[in-house]
Each structure stands twice: as structure tokens, then as C-alpha cells.
């Protein structure tokens, strides 16, 4: 395996947070499957392996000329423009929250790749292998599942660490996931990295 990267998908406040206006879509299941808790634990054991974390958020320009108007998908938006970047609704999930320096890239449609910079910062991290959580599974994180494996790249999606709609739909995403990517779960993706283990000093000739 080469170098990898892990990537966080869409875990903002609009969609993972109690008080998001787009909770609806798949909170429940987030909540239920212990989502930001397992994907903070992907994070930790991921930079305490020195494994390059990259923060991908879904976001608007002010004034929203950018929303896909017109997608059944995203519907209107909402008349607050609660996704407009750099709000709240924007802003990665606090357990996640990025270090100073981790990439965000803001993606304004379904796809992390479309019309990012998202390449560029891997190939410049001299990344081939994408470690995947978030939500929701049939969507962002397929999609980027397939458009990956299009690029050259390996992905591996820790599905403990994903979530959609209905636990129905997040076992049909799976079975489509495996046609392009390898499945796992964040513990044997991205198991803890042991400190290492103390010195040990000979006791002193009696």
C-alpha cells in the first residue's frame, strides 16, 4: 500500500448536529451508527500515524449563484442560505474540528472533485490511497468512491464510520461500494498507534 490519505466527507453542522436545518436527512442514522464519534477516532489515529487529513465541506458563495438550482437532489435552498461558506451550518462538526494547516475543501455539488482543488492536494501529498468516512454513503461518499478509482486511485471506505438515510439504503450503498472500493471499519483501517513502551531501567545490584 502507498502512501495514504484520509478523507472526512460533508460531517458539518447542517447535516450531523442537532440543530442542523438538514439534520432530517440522515441524523438518525449518524446518531444510531456512532458516526462522529468513529470518524473522530479515525481522525486521531489517523494523525497520530502521520496520515495526511482532509476535511471536504459542502458550501455556497454568498448570494448562492452556485447552487445547483434545478437538481432534484438539492431542491430550492433554504431562504436563509444556512450553507453559505464560512457559517456555522459550513463548519466541520466540532469533535472533528480541523488542525491548524488540514486542507478543507469546500464542494458545491455532490462530488468532492467537481470543480475543486481536491487533486491537487493529493497528488501533491504524493497520495494513492484514500481512506473514506462521512455521509451519506450512497452519495458523497460513492461518488467519491467511484470517481477515485477513475483517477487511479486505491479507496478504502471504513463503513462503521458512514451513514445515510435508512440502514436499508446504507447496505445497498455497500454492496455497490464494493464494486469500486475496498470495505473496512475504521479499528482495522486505522488501528490506534501504540505509544511506545517505556524504557526499562535494570534494577540497581542489591
Known sequence: MGRQALLVLDLINELVHPDGHYAHVCLQQVQQRGVVARAAEA???????GIPVL??????SPGYLDWPYGSPL???????HRLTIGTWGTRVHAELE????????TKRRVSPFHGTHL????????????????????LVVLS????????????V????????????????????????????TVAVALPPVQAPAAAQVPAAAG
Not at 481522525?43 to 500515524?49: I, M, N, Q
Not at 458512514?162 to 436499508?168: G, K, R
Open 43 to 49: 481522525v486521531r489515529s489517523a494523525r497520530a500515524a
Open 55 to 60: 476535511h471536504v465541506v459542502l458550501g455556497y
Open 74 to 80: 438539492f431542491g430550492e435552498p433554504d431562504p436563509e
Open 98 to 105: 480541523p488542525l491548524p494547516g488540514e486542507p478543507v475543501v
Open 119 to 138: 487533486e491537487l492536494l493529493l497528488r501533491g501529498l504524493d497520495v494513492d490511497t484514500l481512506l473514506l468516512v462521512g455521509v451519506t454513503t450512497d
Open 144 to 155: 467519491t468512491s467511484r470517481e477515485a478509482h477513475d483517477r487511479g486511485y486505491r479507496t
Open 157 to 184: 471506505v471504513l463503513t462503521d464510520a458512514t451513514a445515510t438515510q435508512t440502514e436499508q439504503l446504507q447496505r445497498a450503498a455497500e454492496l455497490v461500494l464494493a464494486r469500486t472500493s475496498e470495505l473496512s
